[in-house]
């Protein structure tokens, strides 16, 4: 397997490795950050992997075209309306208290229900413009 | 939806990198083109036409 080895590539992976040795420190010697730390380690090693595939594909496989933005707005729309069923699935169990095991506390619900609200808002918005914008470049 | 894009670039020796380079998208969307498993844009299917030297019907054909 051939890897790229040109100046964006490298920044990247060496900005994704300086996240994953600074998540480390953080993590494990200052304790009240520790959420930060490994937050930085899991984004890290999420950039480290991007990166890793990024460097085996040529330059111009790596454009934005078209259809790449179709797929990138399919994924976004779908993740978006999982994140709403999973807001809606969680702010029932707390409604009905079918599971106390499963009910999540009253600051998860406070969060998991603003979520909710806020995205719907942010969907109808951006629809709205989109749909005045049209779609040419 | 069938394309003829696979006969129309072998006619004029082209690869699905060059084809894909002449009208700014990835190689892969080529792939999916000639498979018929992705609609272009108007746009995308003028240009690859243009590039082919065929009117956009000749490369792009709609079956009912």
Same mark, same amino acid.
């Given at each position: 397997?051939?890897?790229?080895?040109?100046?964006?590539?490298?920044?990247?992976?060496?900005?994704?490795?300086?996240?994953?040795?600074? =998540?480390?420190?953080?993590?494990?010697?200052?304790?009240?950050?520790?959420?930060?730390?490994?937050?930085?380690?899991?984004? =890290?090693? %999420?950039?480290?992997?991007?990166?890793?595939?990024?460097?085996?594909?040529?330059?111009?496989?790596?454009?934005?075209?078209?259809?790449?933005?179709?797929?990138?707005?399919?994924? =976004?729309?779908?993740?978006?309306?999982?994140?709403?069923?999973?807001?809606?699935? %969680?702010?029932?169990?707390?409604?009905?208290?079918?599971?106390?095991?499963?009910?999540?506390?009253?600051?998860?619900?406070?969060?998991?229900?603003? %979520?909710?609200?806020?995205?719907?808002? %942010?969907?109808?918005?951006?629809?709205?413009?989109?749909?005045?914008?049209?779609?040419?470049? | 939806?069938?394309?003829?894009?696979? #006969?129309?670039?072998?006619?004029?020796?082209?690869?699905?990198?060059?084809?894909?380079?002449?009208?700014?998208?990835?190689? #892969?969307?080529?792939?999916?083109?000639?498979?018929?498993?992705?609609?272009?844009?108007?746009?995308?299917?003028?240009?690859?036409?243009?590039?082919?030297?065929?009117?956009? #019907? #000749?490369?792009?054909?709609?079956?009912?």
């Amino acid at each position: 397997m051939k890897f790229r080895k040109d100046k964006d590539i490298i920044k990247f992976i060496g900005i994704s490795l300086g996240a994953i040795l600074a =998540g480390i420190i953080v993590f494990l010697y200052i304790k009240p950050f520790s959420t930060i730390g490994f937050l930085l380690i899991m984004g =890290g090693l %999420i950039g480290l992997a991007a990166g890793l595939i990024a460097a085996t594909k040529s330059k111009e496989d790596l454009i934005e075209d078209e259809r790449s933005v179709k797929v990138r707005e399919k994924a =976004g729309y779908s993740a978006f309306i999982a994140t709403l069923l999973i807001a809606s699935m %969680i702010s029932l169990l707390r409604l009905l208290k079918i599971s106390p095991s499963l009910t999540p506390s009253r600051d998860v619900a406070e969060v998991v229900q603003d %979520i909710w609200i806020t995205g719907l808002w %942010i969907f109808i918005v951006f629809r709205w413009y989109y749909n005045k914008k049209g779609d040419i470049e | 939806m069938r394309t003829r894009i696979k #006969e129309l670039r072998a006619r004029y020796d082209l690869t699905q990198e060059e084809l894909a380079k002449k009208v700014g998208v990835r190689r #892969e969307t080529i792939v999916f083109l000639e498979k018929g498993k992705y609609n272009p844009s108007l746009k995308l299917a003028y240009d690859i036409s243009k590039v082919l030297n065929s009117k956009i #019907e #000749e490369v792009f054909i709609f079956e009912d």
